[in-house]
């Protein structure tokens, strides 16, 4: 990954000095603004190794920007600049957290000399908190993002959960990270090192599902040419993560049901049951009670799922996140394609801040994913992703090529919709192309054909 330095100096001559000679010499991406309020925010929403930050500068010094650093973001690493005058300045901010200080004017060999050792305090840093959380296990929150209070109770709600071998139940809205859950309680639990089995039982048709579930015996049914283990028995030991488990029918409730209370399974064919030892997590993104009293869902069934409950939040009451969200999607897909690192402008996070996601993360993702397959800079802005800052909601595609020639307009308004369409479905369906043709209505190969001719990578949507 690029090293990323961000300077903070109020003369323009300065940053233009400073980040042509930095980028060619530390062969990093250098970013630079002239005031520390500019770059409190862009602290906020981006990744920095290294802050290089003047200490005289007007409305807040380097000084009061390094006491905001140090609470905010207290392993950055940050070198001051100063003038010869001004040197007990800049050894009073080593006091308040800086590693290092440099004078100006600077002796270019010096320069580069001193921000080496400066990176390389900072990549000791980053490795030493990665063994940390490695030793810990808390590489298993490593895809849920966010600081926020209410995340911080779902991390804590994992962390309990995950020392016992009790039933859990995640619910929340549909894109706000339950299969990643899943994988954290599972992670963090005594089974880390066993078999963890999704099985996403909205898209496996009902007469299917009860033999995928539980497996079959040779001649239990016409198709049945040979015996067959079952996702549970594949399980055993392990832990099976029923997704969306509020789709199945009451037939399949209350086979699950026997499950939860003998811990065994009876493959269809088999007069023999099959004794089991798997942990089932199970998650659902509608309102279970809802469905018991329509009898469309079985309540024992759901009190025995219910033993040990987390809730996800949507992610309009996390707003918060937002940022930190969106920088750690940008960086993790950018990486993807293989991209260079983009950067979200300042207009574009304010917009997702106050945007509804009906579609939660998952549509921030793919949000996330259209700037950069559409943007022609190293910087993304509401029109690269079909949004504009007055309506903060997707624009007509075919509003953004009205001028251009009528088969040029035609052809870049199908990319832009097939990219979009089919991103969304394979998101849902986590990059299964059988699944997401099944879901469409399109033949398997009439998907593959679209997905080939637009240039759409299926592997980019899998967990």
């Known amino acids: 990954m690029l090293t990323r330095i961000l300077i903070v100096d109020d003369e323009p001559d300065m940053l233009q000095l400073l980040k ?24 906020s929403q981006s990744f920095y190794d290294l802050l290089l930050a003047d200490i005289k500068m007007p409305v807040m010094s380097g000084l009061e920007l390094l006491a905001i650093i140090k609470k905010d973001i207290p392993d950055l690493t940050v070198v001051m600049m100063t003038a010869y005058g001004h040197v007990e300045m800049a050894v009073e901010a080593m006091r308040q957290g800086a590693y290092d200080f440099i004078t ?29 959380k490695e030793c810990r296990g808390e590489a298993a929150f490593e895809n849920l993002v966010g600081n926020s209070l209410k995340m911080q109770r779902v991390y804590e709600t994992i962390q309990m959960v995950a020392s016992t071998d009790l039933t859990v139940l995640i619910t929340g809205p549909s894109g706000t990270g339950k299969d990643l859950t899943a994988r954290a309680v599972h992670s963090l639990s005594n089974r880390r090192n066993r078999p963890f089995i999704p099985v996403n039982c909205p898209t496996i048709p009902e007469n299917i599902l009860e033999s995928e579930l539980f497996g079959y015996k040779k001649g239990a049914f016409t198709d049945a040419k040979h015996d067959k283990s079952g996702l549970f028995q594949e399980a055993h030991t392990g832990t099976i993560f029923l997704d969306e488990i509020g789709d199945v029918s009451p037939a399949i409730q209350t086979k699950l049901l026997r499950v939860l209370q003998e811990k065994e399974v009876k493959p269809l064919g088999d007069a023999k049951p099959v004794k089991i030892d798997a942990r089932i997590i199970a998650s659902t993104n509608q309102l279970l009670k809802e469905k018991i009293k329509k009898g469309e869902f079985r309540e024992d069934f759901y009190y025995r799922l219910n033993v040990l409950p987390i809730g996800l939040p949507a992610l309009k009451e996390r707003s918060e996140d937002i940022p930190l969200i969106a920088s750690h999607l940008l960086e993790k897909h950018c990486a993807k394609m293989n991209k260079p690192l983009k950067r979200l402008s300042s207009e574009l996070v304010r917009i997702f801040i106050n945007m509804p996601w009906e579609g939660n993360v998952r549509e921030l993702e793919n949000l996330i994913m259209r700037g950069i397959l559409f943007s022609g800079s190293n910087e993304i802005v509401p029109y690269d992703v079909g949004l504009s800052e007055k309506e903060q909601k997707p624009m007509s595609y075919g509003k953004k090529y009205k001028n251009a020639p009528y088969r040029q307009a035609k052809e870049q308004t199908l990319n832009a919709f097939n990219h979009t369409y089919i991103g969304d479905l394979l998101s849902l369906n986590k990059g299964n192309v059988t699944r997401a043709a099944r879901q469409c209505g399109l033949e398997r190969q009439a998907l593959q054909q679209i997905i080939k001719r637009y240039g759409i990578k299926a592997d980019l949507y899998r967990p």
């Open 20 to 43: 042509r000679s930095l980028e060619v010499e530390l062969e990093c991406r250098v970013d630079t603004t002239p005031s520390a309020q500019t770059a409190i925010q862009m602290l």
């Open 104 to 132: 100006k004017p600077f002796e270019h060999e010096a320069l580069i000399v001193r921000l080496k050792k400066a990176l390389e305090r900072s990549q000791l840093i980053r490795e030493n908190s990665r063994l940390q």
